[in-house]
């Protein structure tokens, strides 16, 4: 434990030399990895969250993230690595960086009682010298108005202030923003090579976290205030929802017209400046892309300002299961099934391929839709062997068994392809199913009648 006033310098050859220990809040799919980066360049590692399991799991050397093995763990605890609920023990860190969740509520306005409630949990252990960086996604102004404002107001008694402009003397808390902007299964784009966006409140914030990051990241790119960076974090999100709104849209169009969106976009895509190429599907899923930007529409009416692109985005996004159901209903009537009663399978319930993440996926409101039409709908998906309940959901049931030949996919009156995870052999679905509605276009390249694209 640091004691006295610490030096800049001081700080930043703490971090040079790694001695500088670091304590990462939130280890979830955000703050695990991140803390194994942290430990990969041997900083001692302290990791923690209130939820037990983890912490128990994580210290006998286990892992709850389907990519992380637990050799990874025991690597980590071979440089230090700990995971603990006591929050007393933030004191000891030099750098705390949090990463717990940003949910919306129902009436899509932001939770930010996990950020609330870790700020008051730690304020009373934080001390002057303490790097503190806010990575959670949230709307500008969330580092000022919560981060430091709880600082400032627990840390009164003590005499504990945030710094803001001076001299070599670390006498306050530095404080900054960082988004975290992984993309969970893409296996292209190495974490690290991800520049690290940084907001500091003052520049010694950010110029700390900017060396500590910079142990890890190859870039990183310094902002003038946690606001400019908060609101990085949103346009990228954003961008993302609107554009795939768009094509969810033109999805639409191009059924009617009978035109292969899929063939459109490729096409698009060949343009070497100005097109971006993103995807239509069953709508939106994660914790980012269908929450993030309802996060900023709720500030912008602070201002009031409607933000309309975002709202539009929105809505069509999450139309879509609605839509795909629509679908589903016609092209099982066109062969003379009704949809109430039918048999469906949904194959992979995750919000995208190759993740073991549930969150916000449009597969697990497909199901509640097909089920509320009467239809009888099973799922499959090689990450959840069960579904039980969640923030939006209860679906509260075991994965249909498949076999490897797929053969049972013959007693289903229809195989819904909601996530196309790689472990799936779609000839073989195409094969042995009687009718298949491919929201992925995972059967790209098949020539069958019994496809219907949606
Ligand atoms: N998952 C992603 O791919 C991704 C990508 C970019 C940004 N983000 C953002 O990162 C943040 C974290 O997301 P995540 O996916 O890691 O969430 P997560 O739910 O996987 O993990 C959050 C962890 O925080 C813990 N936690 C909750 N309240 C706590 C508290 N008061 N004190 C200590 N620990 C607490 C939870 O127990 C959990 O282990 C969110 O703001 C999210 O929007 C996520």
Redesign the pocket.
Known sequence: MTTGVVQMTDWLERVATRTARVGI???????LPLTLLFSEERFEVTG????GA?VARLNTGESYIHRIEPAHIAAAQKHGFRATADFARIAEMDAVLI????PLNADHSPDMS?VV??ME?IAPYVRAGQLIVL???TYPGTTEEIVAETIERVGVERGVRVLRGGGDELDGVLVAFSP???D?GNLVTPRREIPKVIGGVDARAAQAASALYGTVFQRTVLMSSPAAAEMTKLLENIYRCVNIALVNELKQLCERMEIDVWEVIEAAATKPFGFQAFYPGPGVG???IPV?PFYLSWKAQQYGFASRFIELAGEVNESMPAYVVERTKQALEHRGVALKGAKVLVLGVAYKRDVDDLRESPALRIIELLAGSGAEVEYHDPFFPEVGHGRHYALNRRAYPLTEGMTELGGFDCVLIATDHSAYDFERVVEQARLVVDTRNAARGIASGKIVRC
């Not at 809040?25 to 955000?30: C, D």
């Not at 923690?48 to 939820?51: G, K, L, N, R, V």
């Not at 990463?99 to 940003?102: E, G, L, M, N």
């Open positions: 809040i939130g280890l979830g799919y955000v703050g923690f969250d209130i939820d983890k990463c717990v969740p940003t996990f409630s870790t949990s990575e959670s996604t975290e902007r992984e969970p994660g914790h980012c993030d």
